[in-house]
């Protein structure tokens, strides 16, 4: 069975700083691609950002780029999302991806598995 959950949302002040966790594990998951996507109130679907499983290759939304950090330590399962100098156009529920295979991916419709979402709120 995989199960993917995120953690680590909260309200914060615009120009603060907030690390997501998403834990990811299960049969299929073996040295797959990750991704983080969210939904703004009002917004439609945006991605964030993504990794392969070695972290060679991270790809980056363009109204993150230079603000957010994704990461992963395999030994835990787990991946991060370091979000840096938060603005209030951050706010949004943020979830968690899991892919088969170890191609990353921007698309959303690529990835099978998804956590709940955590919701990040940016006050001006």
């Known amino acids: 069975q995989v199960y993917v959950a995120e953690t680590g949302g909260g309200l914060v002040q615009a120009g603060d700083s907030l690390r997501l966790s998403c834990v990811a594990s299960?049969?299929?998951?073996?040295?797959?691609?990750m991704g983080w996507f969210r939904q703004g109130p009002g917004k439609g679907f945006e991605f964030v950002a993504t990794t392969t499983y070695s972290g060679t290759t991270v790809i980056y939304g363009d109204s993150v780029k230079g603000r957010f950090t994704i990461s992963r330590d395999n030994t835990k399962n787990t991946m991060y999302l370091q979000m840096t100098n938060l603005k209030p156009e951050d706010t949004a529920v943020y979830f968690c991806a899991a892919k088969i295979g170890m191609v990353a991916s921007v698309e959303e419709s690529e990835y099978e598995y998804w956590g709940q979402g955590t919701q990040v709120n940016v006050s001006s």
């Open positions: 299960g049969p299929t998951l073996a040295r797959n691609a």
